[in-house]
Each structure stands twice: as C-alpha cells, then as structure tokens.
C-alpha cells in the first residue's frame, strides 16, 4: 500500500464513510486542528516526567478518538465520553495540587517542553472554536466540545506544572 493516492490532488477528500468533501469543509478543519493540536502535544513528550507523561499519552489517544469522531458523520464509534472528560479533570486536580495557586496572568513559555504544552494549549483553544463552528452546522458529540475545553485547561496546567519541576519561573506580562 502507498502513501499517496492522488484523491486529494483536486481539493477533495475522503471522510470515513468514503464520502468526498472539499478540504475546507467545516469538518475537515475541525480534526485538522485537533491534528495539529495531537501533534504539539507529542513535541512536548517525553517532558522528563512519567506522571505527566502518562497523561499526556492519555490525552493523545483522547484526541485521537475525537479526530475519528469528527471525521464520520452521524457515528457513535468511537466517542469521548463523560468519563474522559471526568479522568482529564483527575490529572488537572493532581496536577494543580502541587503548584502554587494562580494570581495573575503568566506569559507562555519556559522549559522546552512546558513551551511545547503552552503552544499545545492555544492551538487546543483554535481547534475547540473549530469545533463548535461544526456544531453549529452539523450534529456532533456535545462531549467532545466539552473534552476540548477541559483539554486546553488541562494543558495550561501540565506546562506550569513541567516549568515548576524544571525550576523555571513563571513570567507576569508588564502592563
């Protein structure tokens, strides 16, 4: 099997029930950005810490059932559910328990990795809009809309947590 097919040479693509969109369909846009999201987040991997590590796989096969969520229409497999929304919440409490409380904004940045979270985190933000533009003209699984939401939480929070262990202070923007 090849890697290329040349489908896709006219603007058009498959989605997984074999039907052909343009590539700037809604949709393709909503898992191309959840994509790309998938993608920083294994840039920031391995950040030197297996707790996090591990939920950053987690988070990764997460993103994964999303992009085929949104990939087929009018499926219910596979889907992010509750509980996937429940265990993300989990590691932003663990997580949060051992970092200072939050009193002003920080500027993004810091150690490689918590850089890489931090870029993982807005490009979440822009894959989450995405996503509710889909909503917005197709039906889709509200869970996931809620998953990506908790998702860029989660990811602000794994970066202050990976810059914290790595000993790099957290910058205030100057007004």
Known sequence: MTIYTGRGDEGLTDLRDRSRVSKTNVRIEAYGVVDEA???????????????????AGVQNHLHIIQAEFSMPESDE?????????EIENW????????????????PGGSDSGAALHHARSVTRRAERRAVELA???PINAEALVYLN???????????LVNARDGVPEESPSY
């Open 78 to 86: 596979p889907a992010i559910d509750e509980e996937h929304v429940e």
């Open 150 to 160: 908790r998702l860029s939480d989660a990811l602000f929070t794994f970066a202050r």
């Open 92 to 107: 932003i409490d663990t997580a949060d328990e051992e970092l200072e409380p939050l009193t002003e904004f920080i500027l």
């Open 38 to 56: 998938n993608s920083l987040i294994g840039r920031a991997r391995p950040t030197g810490y297996d707790d996090i590590d591990d939920w950053l």
């Open 136 to 138: 917005n003209n197709e």
